[in-house]
């Protein structure tokens, strides 16, 4: 399995909900990462787990709340966002270390009202 | 302070041609330079990727060069096709690609006219 899977595909929220963005892979890879990227430009760091820790955080807004439950899976909790929060959100995972690429998930659209 | 400089920021090839993307790129700590495509709607795909101890790294049309002295490197495509059309994205890391943030260029946008 060679695949980073993220559900859900798409996401319209209002600025006083409360959701949470899920990306899950099984290559054993024990790097996942959170990246936000907008139109036309290219993805923007947000969050690094290193088995299983919170090793980079890119100073993102407290709106923005990761989890890594596990080796495998990789959630992104969001709550109180504003309309220019609205983006894909990419989730990738590599080997940690000395390991090759990164591997991106399809995204999550998330449009804020 | 952009440290992956990428150009041209557009690119118009004819079927068949050759498409060259070019970066440079500032911090010689860099050892991992790959390449990302992506289709509109979808996530980055790792297209291929070199490190600095080689000059050359060719996988099937795709081609990347690299220039450590001139802190340099570019995607080839031969024989390109109107499927080739994407956004086309180089990166850099150190730490050999692992847990460390990649830094990206700004990004080709390539159109294959048939």
């Known amino acids: 399995d060679t695949e980073v899977t993220q559900t859900p595909k798409h996401l319209v929220m209002g600025m006083t909900n409360k959701k949470s963005l899920k990306c899950e892979q099984h290559m054993g890879h024990r790097a996942m990462y959170w990246y936000k990227q907008k139109a036309k430009k290219p993805p923007e760091l947000m969050f690094v787990?290193?088995?299983?820790?919170?090793?980079i955080n890119e100073s993102v807004p407290s709106r923005f709340s990761p989890e890594c439950p596990n080796s495998s899976l990789l959630n992104l909790h969001l709550h109180a966002l504003q309309p220019e929060d609205s983006a894909l959100y990419l989730c990738a995972s590599s080997q940690a270390g000395s390991g090759g690429g990164r591997f991106f998930g399809p995204g999550t659209r998330l449009t804020v009202l | 302070q952009q440290q992956v400089k990428q150009s041209p920021q557009s690119l118009i090839v004819q079927k068949g041609g050759i498409s060259i993307i070019n970066c440079a790129y500032e911090n010689t700590a860099f050892d991992y330079f790959p390449w990302y495509q992506q289709f509109p709607g979808k996530g980055p795909a790792l297209l291929i990727a070199i490190r600095p101890d080689v000059s050359e790294k060719k996988e099937g049309r795709f081609t990347i060069s690299f220039n450590k002295s001139a802190k340099q490197f570019s995607l080839h495509i031969m024989d390109s096709q109107p499927g080739d059309s994407a956004t086309y994205f180089c990166a850099a890391s150190k730490g050999g690609g692992g847990a460390d943030g990649l830094t990206f260029g700004k990004g080709t946008h390539l159109i294959i006219q048939p």
């Open positions: 787990y290193s088995y299983e820790k919170l090793s």
